[in-house]
């Protein structure tokens, strides 16, 4: 049997807690103790085995945030396979495209996929679609988990992660934040995210500590019922859940249990940051993390007097410098793009050598990220080389945004920017050319094509037609003329 650190860590957790909560869901009453998890993950990947998936296998996952995904990932792990979690509410269209660069040789999902041969799961309510065309994978790395990105050409790709990638980055968080056996999370992060995995899956796992997940719509009220019913001690979530949470004006009661909050995946205001801890009594420890690094990269400090709000905070456990366009590293003060380099920086992009080449240099994962560095060593994002929006911690490629929208036979030219939004973080802002007399049609028609590459439709605020798209001499897109108080609004 192959003895994976994670499921070893499951069987370690038998002998002395084996009745302690390891995961619960918010909706329903599904509950997973240490002792249930490793006889249901055990099973699956007796199961998985059964049907031929192990090492050099790839193996799609389309199932919501839920006990059985949790079986599934975990089960994959064990067998030694490649998981890769999709989130299944994604458009049809981009699901799609996912599986068709994937090639999975098994879809684990709630409905049977079209041309595959069934297989039956032991979990319930979950079915295997068994792939008879996918190749067999030669590849030598040893990739356990994939998430894709959308990243910025607008072709997603696909981040490849080996155990050891995943094991320093449980290992960044414990040493951030000093999580342990002790401690109680609360996620509101789906499990197709990293930082739904690494943080709050992992972590808890390899700590033996516990997690609730949070399903479905984010309810501020039920949030906190959630995190005064089961105690937690930390909270895992993005501003945009921060921003909704202040929505509730008065302090809740009952949460002195809980130590901290862990913000990630996107800026967080300090006004929100301010707002939040004093109606809430709970300090936000600002974080930045990427998929290509297993998660967690930077941390503010878990000494309230030594954060700096505005900053995400220093390296845990990466090297980290600011350099100019030919890589020279740059002094303190002075912005540039962060480069990192560490254990848990990944394999590179599945099939895309030429990708993987470019952010990976020399030892380095070049982030597309720019900032700068201070006197005390904390790190500052002033913007990115990458064109994407990040609305409420999921990247949307502006470039793909763009080609859909073009795909569209009255539309000339198109350019879509990222503008600020006080609840999302980011929005999308999408400009065209051509069309007739018809715009409330048109504007139908984009949002429409546009749709499938959207994590909610909220995520597009405005279509708008303009006379002509700003380039410069070379033909590149001029966003900035485009962004609110640009030449063109």
Not at 350 to 371: H, N, P, S
Not at 464 to 475: C, K
């Amino acid at each position: 049997m192959n003895t994976d650190a994670f499921g070893s860590a499951l069987q370690d957790h038998l002998a002395r807690q084996r009745d302690k909560l390891f995961c619960a869901f918010s909706a329903g009453s599904a509950v997973l103790t240490f002792g249930t998890a490793y006889e249901r993950v055990t099973a699956c990947a007796d199961a998985l085995r059964n049907v031929g998936i192990g090492p050099g296998s790839r193996v799609a996952i389309l199932l919501p945030t839920s006990a059985e995904l949790v079986i599934h990932l975990l089960a994959i792990l064990r067998v030694g396979a490649l998981a890769v979690p999709m989130e299944p509410t994604a458009h049809p269209d981009t699901l799609a495209v996912l599986i068709k660069i994937l090639e999975p040789h098994l879809v684990a999902s709630a409905s049977q996929a079209a041309g595959a041969t069934a297989q039956p799961s032991p979990e319930r309510g979950v079915s295997w679609a068994v792939s008879a065309s996918a190749a067999l994978s030669s590849e030598t790395e040893p990739a356990r988990l994939g998430i894709f990105t959308s990243g910025s050409t607008g072709v997603p790709k696909c981040v490849l992660l080996s155990e050891a990638n995943l094991l320093n980055g449980v290992q960044y968080v414990r040493e951030a934040h000093g999580v342990g056996e002790q401690d109680t999370a609360v996620c509101c992060l789906p499990l197709s995210h990293i930082n739904g995995i690494v943080t709050t899956l992992l972590t808890p796992l390899m700590t033996g500590g516990s997690v609730v997940f949070i399903q479905g719509s984010f309810s501020p009220l039920s949030f906190v019922d959630i995190v005064r019913r089961f105690r937690a001690t930390w909270l895992s979530a993005v501003p945009t859940h921060y921003r909704m949470l202040l929505d509730l004006r008065e302090s809740p009661k009952g949460l002195e249990a809980c130590r901290f909050g862990r913000s990630a995946s996107a800026p967080l205001p300090p006004s929100v940051q301010e707002r939040f801890e004093a109606l809430f009594r709970i300090p936000i420890i600002e974080t930045m993390g990427l998929t290509e690094c297993a998660g967690q990269v930077f941390s503010n400090p878990m000494t309230l007097t030594a954060r700096k709000f505005g900053s995400v905070g220093r390296p845990v456990g990466n090297e980290a410098e600011v350099v100019d366009d030919r890589d020279n590293p740059l002094p303190d003060g002075q912005a540039g793009e962060i480069r990192v380099r560490g254990p848990n920086v990944m394999l590179g992009y599945f099939r895309a050598q030429k990708e993987t080449t470019e952010v990976l240099r020399d030892g380095w994962l070049y982030t597309g990220d720019l900032g700068y560095r201070d006197g005390d060593g904390f790190f500052h994002i002033t913007g990115r080389k990458k064109l994407i929006a990040i609305f409420s911690g999921i990247n949307i490629s502006l470039v793909a945004v763009e080609q859909a929208a073009k795909s569209l036979p009255f539309v000339k030219d198109a350019a879509a920017v990222a503008c600020s939004d006080t609840l999302f973080g980011e929005v999308v802002d999408l400009y065209y050319t051509g069309g007739g007399e018809d715009l409330a049609r048109e504007r139908r028609e984009i949002q429409g094509q546009v749709r499938r590459l959207l994590p909610h439709h909220l995520a597009m605020r405005n279509v708008r037609r303009i006379d002509e798209v700003p380039r410069s001499a070379s033909g590149k897109v001029l966003r900035y003329r485009l962004a609110p108080g640009g030449a063109n609004r």
